[in-house]
């Protein structure tokens, strides 16, 4: 760049494009994982389904998925990015929720110095993470964060974050009359148990990954021991 050309930049902008030449040495992960994580840790968290320990949790599946033909630096900040807006799920625009994060994120990654040529496959990996956004990944990056945020939802951590979701949307449990829905339609906004039919077991399906779909299924099976155990349990017969 000429000295004619940095006589018209703005500081901000000069800084910018002064990162730019460093970014080789800059890109390595731990250094962004750490930025990311000064950043977050200090803004205030009232959604514990979706915090430090989720997004941390998240790029550790997202990185045993990935191979190094992927772009890790930007599984790793869609990673810690992806739910930067997470409307609740009884919110009508939680649909919404990952485009939202997408556009927060963007600035928020810009003010830090991450490479601009960047931004544009994590504002994607953010915006097609989300079941209810309903948006096709179209690059291996964004299938493999879509698997490892799907796998969060499966499991036993998946079965602690559904009650926990439950309890801060005020649901029941389940329904006493009838658990299981057998003659009633699902409500998951009501009843926590009805989440598993209406989403959490249908996940597996939605895989994108090859190991994914593997560890997914394997989770699932948690899910439905915990819903064969629940059943036995409430069994109007069952015995002690």
Same mark, same amino acid.
């Given at each position: 760049?000429? @000295? ?13 494009? $002064? ?7 800059? /890109? ?17 968290? &009232? ?9 941390? @949790? ?7 998925? $990935?191979? /190094? ?8 900040? =869609? ?17 919404? %929720? %990952? ?6 994120? @963007? ?22 993470? $989300?079941?209810?956004? +309903? ?5 291996? /990056?964004?299938?493999?964060? !879509?698997?490892?945020? @799907? ?16 309890? !801060?949307?005020? $649901? ?25 039919? &209406? ?5 597996? +399906?939605?895989?994108? =990954? ?27 017969? %069952?015995?002690?």
């Amino acid at each position: 760049m000429n @000295r004619d050309a940095l006589k018209n930049l703005s500081f901000s902008a000069f800084l910018r494009c $002064s990162l730019s030449y460093t970014l080789p040495l800059m /890109e390595n992960l731990q250094h962004w994982q750490q930025k990311f994580e000064a950043y977050l840790s200090v803004l205030p968290h &009232t959604d514990g389904s979706h915090d430090l320990s989720h997004f941390r @949790r998240v790029w550790r599946l997202a990185d045993q998925l $990935s191979s /190094e033909g992927e772009d890790k630096l930007v599984i790793l900040a =869609t990673c810690y990015f992806h739910d930067f807006v997470s409307y609740p799920k009884n919110h009508p625009k939680r649909s919404q %929720s %990952s485009k939202d994060a997408a556009e927060k994120s @963007r600035g928020v990654l810009l003010e830090m110095g991450f490479p601009n040529e960047k931004l544009d496959a994590v504002s994607h990996c953010i915006e097609a993470h $989300s079941f209810s956004a +309903a948006i096709e990944p179209k690059t291996e /990056e964004a299938k493999i964060v !879509q698997d490892a945020d @799907r796998m969060e939802a499966l499991g036993a951590i998946g079965l602690a974050r559904t009650f926990y979701v439950a309890g !801060q949307m005020g $649901s029941k449990l389940f329904c006493a009359e009838d658990p299981f829905a057998e003659n009633r339609v699902l409500d998951d906004r009501q009843f926590a148990v009805d989440h598993f039919e &209406t989403k959490l077991l249908k996940l597996p +399906a939605t895989m994108k =990954t090859a190991r994914g779909k593997i560890e997914a299924e394997k989770r699932a099976a948690i899910l439905q021991r915990f819903l064969d155990d629940l059943r036995s349990e409430c069994a109007k017969d %069952s015995d002690i």
